[in-house]
């Protein structure tokens, strides 16, 4: 090859945001005229350029060209020991290039922005703030940071109080103010405060300056101002409201409820009632009396008198029973026909492996029972099967490893005549292991019934 190219000697630094130019020597040793172009290669090429770009020689001369470097003040340029290239290309046969490299050293840098967020805090019993700590240098970073205020009514605690920051990163540091003494009330107090980031000495040992980050912090007063003005207001206005409900409202109900009881609707009354016979007046009285407000005391008297013969005021005996009867009910609110609420329980035991145990409860004679809630408890968690029958055929069939408890509630009451049973059978397949207990050596199941218990006599 007849073109040669080489760089100047001696150690190259150049820090970032910098510049430094080196000089290339071209010759051309050949017979012919040559004409190359130059192209920066490897590592540096991308903040590398060429001045001219372009060089002619003549056969046994010699040219020389401008190298600049530039690399960008940014995180990804990396210090240390890098190679700088440039190629040299003949336009005659471009398959044949020339490189000619020399070391280049990228010195380190440190670059550190801060931000307070937010700036200034408001609150009765602490201020909360993060110092955002930004290194844009090349190099990680360690910095060592500290809160001063102006008095010493404020504590200051920061965490952390150290960061160590990769290049190109942001760290988080939050402060906490918490003022040594709370105001109750009157007016806030403003503390100012100043946040020091100290980064580490330098490799060569000279310290770098620190970072100052400005901030207030307000103490509130824990009672708001306006929080007394607030309680006189609310006290102010219920005591107008108290006044304006007893001095025309409540007067106004009562003469309202007053003018509402006359002869005509007490006669209305009368006439709606259902306890009224046409054979007795004073029933009839007592009934329609004992259905309204105002005469209860009237229906109870009249409920009670049935059996004393100055009760009935020209009527038959039996007006005065049916009187006596409604007035009794109206007065009371109870429904003689309505039944009595009853309810029951049945419990059965079974071994594994042997027959099938049942229990039953019978109906009293005279009496029906109107069923209208099942409660089926299999509280050991055994595993067999379960049947509720009646005198009219199965109620239920359960297979008892599906539940513990289940429950049953019918609109339609299930209807069980005098001398009637409800039977519960029980089949053991498994006795089951309640938990944190013996295990037991029988299976044991149960059912209780809800209802209505009625009279079936005259």
Known sequence: MSISASFDEGAVAVEPGGEVTLLVQV???GTTVEELRLEPVGPCAGWTTVEPERLSLYPGASGSAQVHVRPPRAPGTAPGTTTLGLRLVP????????????????????????????????SAWRGRHE???????????????????????????????????????????????RPVRRIWRGAPATHTFQ???????????????????????????????????????????????????????????????RDAVTPESI????????????????????????GSTAGSTAGSTAGTATTAPSATAGGTSAGSTAGSTGGAAAGTGANPTAGTPTRTTISVKDAVGGSTKSA?????????????DVLVQNPQGDAGTLVVATSDGQLLT????????????????????????????????EVGHPVKAPVPSQCSESLLLGGTLLSTTS
């Not at 336009?91 to 290039?97: E, I, K, R, V, Y």
């Not at 006669?267 to 004992?290: D, E, F, H, I, V």
């Not at 039953?360 to 209208?372: L, Q």
Request: aromatic share 6%; net charge neutral; hydrophobic share 40%.
């Open 267 to 290: 006669a209305s009354a009368a006439s709606a009632s259902p306890g009224t016979t046409p054979g007795s007046t004073s029933g009839t009285t007592a009934g329609s009396t004992a």
């Open 398 to 429: 359960l297979a008892l490893e599906d539940f513990r408890s289940s429950d049953y509630h019918f609109v339609t009451p299930i209807v069980v005549p005098a001398g009637g049973k409800i039977t519960l059978t029980a089949g053991c397949r």
């Open 195 to 257: 946040i020091l980031i100290a980064p580490e000495p330098a490799p060569d040992g000279s310290a770098r300056p620190p970072a100052v980050l400005d901030g207030t912090y307000e103490q509130q007063a824990v009672l708001p101002r306006w929080l007394p003005r607030a309680i006189i207001t609310t006290v102010l206005l219920a005591g107008v409201l108290v006044g304006l409900w007893y001095g025309l409202l409540r007067p106004t109900v009562r003469s309202a409820a």
């Open 131 to 177: 110092a955002a700590i930004d290194n844009r240098g090349n190099t990680p970073l360690t910095v060592a940071l500290t809160a001063q205020g102006m008095s010493e009514r404020v504590k200051f605690a920061l965490e952390p109080a150290e960061l160590t920051i990769p290049c190109g990163e942001t760290k988080l540091s939050r402060l906490n103010a």
């Open 360 to 372: 039953s409860y019978t109906v009293a004679a005279g009496k029906s029972f109107n069923i209208t």
């Open 27 to 29: 010759a051309n040793s």
């Open 91 to 122: 336009t005659s046969d471009a398959n044949l290039p020339v490189v000619a490299e020399r070391p280049l050293d990228v010195l380190p840098f440190t670059d550190v922005s801060a931000e307070l967020v937010p700036r200034a805090s408001q």
